[in-house]
């Protein structure tokens, strides 16, 4: 080959190189970037008051005589809507009857959205649930909330050779004419005055355990549930997964046996992760019962057997690249096959160990499917280390899942929803950064 063709060569591989690099930058920054905006979002926002005073009696955050001299405003401007509301009720007696049937719907939609916006009206028995004794307490969300008071979903079905066309028609139409025609304007003009948004800084939802279904809190027990796991899975996982790596490359005779075993490796290694889980009902829960029921235990040992293949690939691999001379030199002298493994050949290959470590962890924490039915529960309290072995627990990429899918206000939770997968790719990157360090730092000492 010609010394100009070579470097056209080494020239086109080293671009296409840098090409790919580039473009997975940029994939990961058009990934991240929505996902870090909105997953602070759970973090950083605008609070209303409804939020301050649910944050004090919850959860026990902010100052008390602040939050009544706040909570007092707000109700010097509801007193208003509330009165006006009421003494239109008898104007409404004296309407024709085709009138005031429409009226009274209409009366009905505005104070559904009203107790959505604001909470209960004065004078009313507590509602049994959380969400329902608040009103908003994001003024985003209270934005969106104004708007079902003071406009009508109706569809324009005019246009025959059209579907019908979503329209919101201004309630203040219905309304024409009557002493509650001023009530629109006085809200939209005073709902500041009413729910008084502050920026927040709502670092607690890191540490808060979730109230109402993820209405409102912290995901604190996904969090500890999701390091329990993974950190589990890996207790399991790597001292099996070295062992098998160290007998297979420095044990190990070639034959049909051994080949057997990597190819069963290399199969386990493409079973869907839902086949795990349901192997580790099956097994670890109803046949050996490590618990009675789902628990922390028997879903590390299930994620344990999802990354064993990698982690026994990449030991062995990292071993085989260990030089033979450092195997010479130690039995030369005298030292037995297992002393010059253990003290020689191991510490050599551990970063490479690391690595396989690495990804094995990122996916172990990532997993969703194999925790379903041997960990994962939709709501729980934060778990001791000693209940790991018979309990349960939430974990972040199941609840992300759950909260997508199955919740019956995914669009009231959506910051809930980015603010787990920002902390679930944070953890990951934490856990990894972990490990690159140790692992540069194993290097450096190899190294002298």
């Known amino acids: 080959m010609q010394l100009k063709t070579r470097k056209f060569i080494n020239k086109l591989f080293s671009g296409i190189g840098i090409t790919s690099v580039v473009i997975m930058t940029a994939f990961l920054l058009i990934l991240l970037t929505p996902i870090t905006y909105k997953g602070l979002g759970a973090i950083f926002f605008s609070g209303t008051i409804e939020y301050r005073m649910l944050n004090y009696k919850e959860f026990g955050h902010g100052d008390k005589e602040n939050i009544e001299k706040e ?29 005031r049937r429409e009226i009274k719907n209409q009366l009905k939609e505005i104070k559904e959205a009203l107790k959505e916006l604001l909470g209960p009206f004065p004078d009313t028995p507590i509602p049994v649930l959380l969400r329902n004794q608040y009103g908003q307490t994001r003024w985003k969300n209270a934005q969106e909330k104004l708007h079902h008071v003071l406009y ?98 420095e044990y190990a005779n070639p034959g049909k046996i051994i080949s057997f075993l990597r190819i069963c490796m290399g199969a386990l290694a493409g079973v869907p992760s839902i086949v795990f889980g349901l192997f580790g009902l099956a097994f670890f829960i109803n046949t050996i019962h490590v618990s009675n029921s789902k628990s922390v235990l028997a879903g590390s040992m299930t994620l344990a057997l999802l990354i064993l293949p990698t982690v026994i690939r990449s030991a062995e ?12 030199a130690s039995l030369g002298l005298g030292a037995g096959k297992w002393h010059s493994v253990w003290t020689i050949v191991l510490p050599s290959a551990l970063p490479g160990i690391l690595t396989g470590t690495i990804i094995s962890l990122g996916r172990a ?18 778990l001791k280390i000693w209940e790991t072995l018979s309990q349960p627990t939430p974990a972040l990429s199941w609840n992300i899942y759950n909260l997508c899918t199955e919740h019956e206000a995914v669009d009231e939770i959506r910051h809930v929803q980015y603010g787990m997968v920002f902390v679930l790719i944070a953890i990951v990157l934490l856990f990894n950064l972990t490990a690159i360090i140790a692992r540069a730092r194993i290097m450096k000492k190899l190294r002298g």
């Open 71 to 99: 909570f007092a405003k707000a109700k010097t401007a509801r007193a208003p809507v509330y009165l006006q509301f009421d003494s239109f009720k008898k104007e409404v007696k004296k309407l024709e009857p085709k009138k």
């Open 152 to 249: 009508s979903e109706e569809w324009d079905y005019s246009d025959p050779t059209k579907p019908g066309i979503q329209v919101f028609v201004p309630r203040k139409k219905y309304f024409a004419g009557t002493s509650f025609e001023s009530f629109f304007p006085y809200l939209e003009k005073n709902i500041k005055k009413m729910l008084l948004p502050k920026f927040t800084c709502y670092w607690q939802f890191l540490t808060d355990k979730s109230k109402d279904a993820h209405f409102f809190g912290g995901i604190m027990p996904e969090i500890l549930g999701t390091i329990y796991l993974a950190l589990g899975a890996m207790i399991f996982a790597v001292p099996l997964g070295i062992l098998a790596a160290i007998y297979l490359s």
């Open 317 to 328: 691999e990292a071993i085989k690249a260990v030089p033979n001379t450092y195997r010479e």
């Open 365 to 382: 924490a990532g997993e969703t499917a194999p925790i379903i039915f041997t960990a994962a529960v939709s709501v729980g309290l934060p």
